[in-house]
């Protein structure tokens, strides 16, 4: 039997070394810029909106609440695209604070409408200015054309 030959050594090529990043093709990706934009958002949202212990998305539910009061738990889904079991903890856990109540639908005797509480308001109130607040800051380069183009822009997306 023949002795297995020894294996020859090969002295592998340097890897240059990375000095700047090329985005150039992943800044041509609609996705790719719109999470960029969103997670630069939604990161300053989220420091912004901890003193009022609110995440992006029960900001979302609570101001749909104070703009459409008695809105029902269906069409806060539908709106958010919430699933209805996540959004009855969150609703839970709302009420637990204070901020909403429940009350029958006027309209639909199967439905409930959800109201914000006094304590609730308050909180909006404050929240919905902070909002507006980061809005200004995250926008200050653009134009006030350019922010409703944008705004106009990315709403025909998904709406």
């Known amino acids: 039997m023949k002795a297995p030959e020894s294996p020859i050594s090969v002295i592998p090529e340097p890897v240059p070394a990375v000095d700047e990043v090329d985005t150039s093709y992943l800044e041509t990706l609609m996705g790719y810029n719109a999470t960029r934009a969103s997670l630069k958002v939604i990161e300053l949202f989220t420091k912004r909106m901890a003193v009022y212990e609110l995440r992006h998305v029960d900001f979302s539910i609570l101001s749909l609440i104070t703009h459409n009061p008695g809105i029902t738990s269906r069409q806060l889904c539908g709106v958010l695209g919430i699933l209805p079991p996540n959004l009855v903890g969150k609703i839970s ?52 054309t350019e922010k409703k183009t944008l705004m106009r822009l990315l709403q025909k997306i998904y709406l």
């Open 93 to 144: 856990i709302m009420e637990k604070r204070e901020l909403v109540s429940r009350r029958p639908h006027p309209q639909d005797g199967r439905a409930v409408g959800l109201y914000l509480t006094e304590t609730g308001a308050k909180l909006m109130a404050d929240a919905e200015r902070t909002a507006t607040a980061l809005e200004d800051d995250v926008t200050q380069k653009l134009s006030a």
